[in-house]
């Protein structure tokens, strides 16, 4: 082998190592953008409370930029104690799901059914423990939903407890989104 031969083929080798890393940061740099991409376009869904005619009620809100469908919240069990001598029970409150999508900005109520000790409650009490400008204990909203792809997601959304007024109002702390 000559020495032209030689540096030809040192330099036909750093060539193809060179085109082989260009080839591989490419193909990083296109799943990034497809990853940024997806998380710039999925919705994000949380919980808020509007008042209207002095009564609060809990929405959900699309703060994201893609439509959600599919929104569902898991039912929350609180137990309530009495003073001593008093009775205390348990209220269970079922979310009805929402099969509609939401598009970014969009609010939906989020309507519910209290059940007290297995029947369907004629009295809410929930309506005035989970109130932001109540003291109250946590509530904790486990919020599912689906994007227009098929994609799916959960939240966690406390409403933080308050033991007095200096407290109020509550607000919802929210944990991050999680793929699932």
């Known amino acids: 082998m000559t020495c032209a031969e030689f540096v030809q083929t040192i330099v036909l080798a750093i060539t193809a190592v ?31 409370f509007e008042i209207a005619d002095g009564k609060y009620s809990l929405v959900m809100e699309n703060c994201g930029n893609g439509c959600a469908v599919n929104i ?27 099969s509609y999508y939401l598009a970014k900005g969009q609010r939906c109520p989020l309507e519910y059914e209290v059940e007290s000790g297995g029947v369907k409650a004629t009295q809410n009490l929930s309506d005035y423990t989970y109130r ?6 946590d509530l904790v909203l486990e919020v599912g939903f689906a994007d227009v792809e098929g994609g799916k997601y959960k939240l966690r959304a406390t409403l933080v407890a308050a033991q007095d007024t200096s407290q109020l109002p ?10 699932i």
């Open 18 to 48: 060179i085109i082989l890393w260009y080839t591989v940061e490419t193909a990083r740099l296109r799943r990034q953008m497809v990853r940024q991409n997806k998380i710039a376009l999925r919705p994000i869904v949380l919980p808020k």
């Open 72 to 98: 569902g919240v898991s039912p929350v069990e609180t137990k309530f104690v009495g003073e001593p001598g008093t009775a205390s029970f348990r209220e269970k409150m079922r979310f009805k799901p929402r």
């Open 132 to 137: 932001p400008d109540l003291p109250g204990p």
């Open 170 to 179: 509550r607000e919802f702390k929210v944990e991050p989104l999680e793929e």
